[in-house]
């Protein structure tokens, strides 16, 4: 067997940086015999390896992400795993359109599809859409953290952070009662078998919504139901408070990851909040195919398909319902770009965390900061928010530089929970009741539900759930801090989980440690008092909190979710290392096309590197390996202690110049150390090379600094634009290529 470790080709900022990182990444882990091979798993090479069959011999391209998830679960996967698009309709209606551009013989997305060569077509996009990526290699738990480094990092440079006035109007807005949290039913199934989800129409008739979902034994099952009904009023009310209270109104969900679901709840936003104007042209709208769904930017994209006069007549009304109603939360203020016009433009998990950094506030049309209110429909997680932002308007701002931390261990192995319920996620057709019957017809969940209704349900299997428990444990134990099960006996499958807990945690050694369970509002107040007092609190958490809480600790305690180490152990003994905690920051690119500046920091991807390194290390007893994990991570603290991470603007050190001093610092560790005389000899010239070519190495990167880039497409951009424009160093290059 080779040494091999497998680096993802992905989207936006973080696959810009790797035409830099990665070539000189390769060339260090050659010298210890490691392959690094790449797999595109970008949203463009997903599209592309789905329609293979209708593109050209030289077009096509393979399976990476059905080959990686394989792999996955096999003892030998060593994966690194850049952040990728999770595109939603609007972004990938884009990528379609500029693939196609670029020659390749896409079918368009049928939105409405008559045919069944329509209905593959649209079957075979909906499978790349969303959150396509992550359930599918996530083939194990999740332990994501700030190391120490990281940590004593961020308390030597902390950032800036927004300060808290005590009558700050900033709150959440949720359901009362008709959410997902209000309904949720849950059991877990003694044994394996089928189960069969039917709507009973208030008529009589029967409608199959999903003929067969497996089930192993011990699995937990649990449905909900979110009412339309209650949801519009809610929405309409809380415009009216908004307006009321001179707030923002603004909206997070995470319409990306929740394909299905959370769409559908955005489009409920914004025709409500555009009600008048939605109603008023609705036959208009409709011939011009304007779905809510994809938010109002939708429709002024759709524009320009009606005479003239229409369309100055909407814009008018347009016009008139800004006026009416409360100011909205932007995301550019310069191009009039609001919380309403791209449903993947504001995603929960990190734009809560961006508003509490920000005092409460998100930008006004007027590029002014201003206190706002943020609806998040449903009560499941929404009171995590509340508490930080209450416990921010009573104690003021955290501050970075003295704050403890919250570290998590997530369970999210094999699809579990909500982020694995798309395929049992319906928009209700019809007044009646949903059951969940198994194979002996016994019903083991029902809901009374209303034409519309979002009805879902989710699958958390036992094994995922056992190694979730062990990781936990193992994490209190290795690293001494207490750890907090963010569970809710309230809720239907929390309930269930619990009582697996608490049975899961005898199967271990707990002595001394100090591990509790409580409810996410509980939980969240006990960790941000420790956190308050410098000490850390393990929260051990589902899928959905663990996404949540690596963005939002992590952004008040680093600044950013980018400096987090993110392991998932595989459940089958493999490793897959993920780099940071965030996304694929599309401001950066738009950054670096205009101004030649990427401001993406690669320090996820560095730690992620190191973890692996350090995994296969073990896994093959490769003590050149161990030598270059051990020396990148002495190179990491030095590039911490000396902050050479990215700035922010034109005229500093941006990504590729910080990817310099990663390299510099990890060749002088590898010519210093001793434990490799080979190695050493080898880094001798290069660290020796980069140490005095320092400052024309770094001026060759600046160089291009301050002028547009042409990268030759966004979703599909030009290799070899991209790696012209992420390599322009000659000195560096010519320096890494002596490695061989
Ligand atoms: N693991 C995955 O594959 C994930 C994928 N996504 C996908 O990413 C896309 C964007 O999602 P979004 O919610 O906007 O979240 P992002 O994390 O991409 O962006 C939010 C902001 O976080 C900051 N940020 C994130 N990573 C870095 C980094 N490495 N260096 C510097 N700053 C960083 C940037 O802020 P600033 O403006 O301050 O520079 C950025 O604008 C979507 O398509 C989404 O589906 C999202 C989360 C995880
Ligand atoms: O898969 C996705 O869409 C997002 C994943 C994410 O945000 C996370 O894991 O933190
Ligand atoms: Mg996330």
Known sequence: MTSKIIYTLTDEAPALATHSLLPMVEAFARTAGIAMETRDISLSGRILAVFSDKLKAEQKISDALAELGQLATQPEANIIKLPNISASMPQLKAAIKEL???????????????????????????????????????????????????????????????AWAADSKAHVASMADGDFYGSEKSVTVGQAGDVKIELTANDGTTTVLKAKTTLKAG???????MSVAKLRSFLQAQIEDAKRQGVLFSVHLKATMMKVSDPVLFGHVVSVFYKDVLAKHADALKAIGFNPNNGIGDLYARLGDLPAEQQSAIKADLDAVYKAQPGLAMVNSDKGITNLHVPSDVIVDASMPAMIRDSGKMWNAEGKLQDAKAVIPDRCYAGVYQAVIDDCKRNGAFDPATMGSVPNVGLMAQAAEEYGSHDKTFVVPADGVVRVTDAAGNVLLEHAVQAGDLWRMCQTKDAPIQDWVKLAVNRARLSNTPAVFWLDPARGHDAQLIEKVQRYLKDHDTNGLDIRIMTPVEATLFSLERIRQGKDTISVTGNVLRDYLTDLFPIMELGTSAKMLSIVPLMAGGG???????????????????????????????????????????????????VLADTLDRATGKFLD?????????????NRGSHFYLVMFWAQALAEQTADADLQAKFAEVAKTLTENEAKIVAELAAPQGKPVDIGGYYRPDTAKVDAAMRPSATLNAAIAKLG
Request: charged share 30%; glycine share 8%.
């Open 576 to 626: 897959l290392f993920e780099t940071g905690a965030g996304g694929s920051a599309p401001k950066h690119v738009q950054q670096f096309v205009e101004e030649g500046f990427l401001r993406w920091d690669s320090l996820g991807e560095f730690l992620a590197l190191a973890a692996s390194l350090e995994h296969l290390a073990n896994s093959y007893n490769n003590p050149k390996a161990k």
């Open 100 to 162: 196609q551009a670029q020659g390749y013989a896409l079918p368009d997305y049928p939105d409405e599809p008559a045919t069944d060569e329509e209905k593959d077509i649209k079957a075979r996009y909906d499978k790349v859409k969303g959150s396509a990526v992550n359930p599918v290699l996530r083939e194990g738990n999740s332990d994501r953290r700030a190391p120490l480094s990281v940590k004593n990092y961020a308390r030597k440079h902390p950032h800036k952070m927004g």
């Open 642 to 654: 000396e902050n050479r991470s990215p700035d922010r603007k034109v005229g500093g050190l941006d």
């Open 219 to 225: 699995e937990v099952i649990d449905a909900s139901v």
